[in-house]
T-cell receptor, first 111, second 113 residues
């Protein structure tokens, strides 16, 4: 079945550092890909998405590009802030089928 | 636009007791999901509804878990009897029919002691 593998955490960075969280997917077709974020004590929120190859999703300074050739959807941000501390999930899904979650990466940003 | 509503936010019960969680999806969303998120793990799908019907319940422990979605709107997830390993956050999500992007509620944190 479909699966999503993302970089294990925890990841700890200093404020203004560059962030990359790797994510690769395995699927029979070409799923839509998402990054969801879970801030402490809150529910899952959609951060960004891409629905087809070469699409770039972006939001709040975060970006991810859907790379069909490497089956990847890495999350990047040029300069992280303390407020970005959260758990990030890479997620894939096709049409009306269920979402498939990666295991999550806990990010901590120190001032 | 109102989001996905869940209640209660927190629940503590003893093992072998029963518990129920409620979810009200975003208006107009035909698809409703219940996920279980154990601490430190990604969410795992328990059941997916399309309107009133069940699309996927392959990972629902049917000997103790049950779920229903009345009139294609609200949904209730029940556990009876609860086990210690059921301690988790139970997330409800909804989406438009045929669309993968899902919107999540804040979840119910269940602690079984």
């Amino acid at each position: 079945g479909d699966s999503v593998t993302q970089m294990e955490g925890p990841v700890t960075l200093s404020e203004e550092a560059f962030l990359t969280i790797n994510c690769t997917y395995t699927a029979t077709g070409y799923p839509s890909l998402f990054w969801y974020v879970q801030y402490p004590g809150e529910g899952l929120q959609l951060l960004l998405k891409a629905t087809k190859a070469d699409d770039k999703g972006s939001n709040k300074g975060f970006e991810a590009t859907y790379r069909k050739e490497t089956t990847s959807f890495h999350l990047e941000k040029g300069s992280v802030q303390v407020s970005d501390s959260a758990v990030y999930f890479c997620v894939g899904g096709q049409g009306a089928q269920k979402l498939v979650f990666g295991q999550g990466t806990r990010l901590t940003i120190n001032p | 636009e109102a989001g996905v509503a869940q209640s209660p936010r927190y629940k503590i019960i003893e093992k072998r007791q029963s518990v129920a969680f409620w979810c009200n999806p975003i208006s107009g969303h035909a698809t409703l999901y219940w996920y279980q998120q154990i601490l430190g793990q990604g969410p795992k799908l328990l059941i997916q509804f399309q309107n009133n019907g069940v699309v996927d319940d392959s990972q629902l422990p049917k000997d103790r878990f049950s779920a229903e979605r009345l009139k294609g709107v609200d949904s209730t997830l029940k556990i009876q009897p609860a086990k210690l390993e059921d301690s988790a956050v139970y997330l409800c999500a909804s989406s438009l029919e045929g669309v993968t992007e899902a919107f999540f509620g804040q979840g119910t944190r269940l602690t079984v002691v």
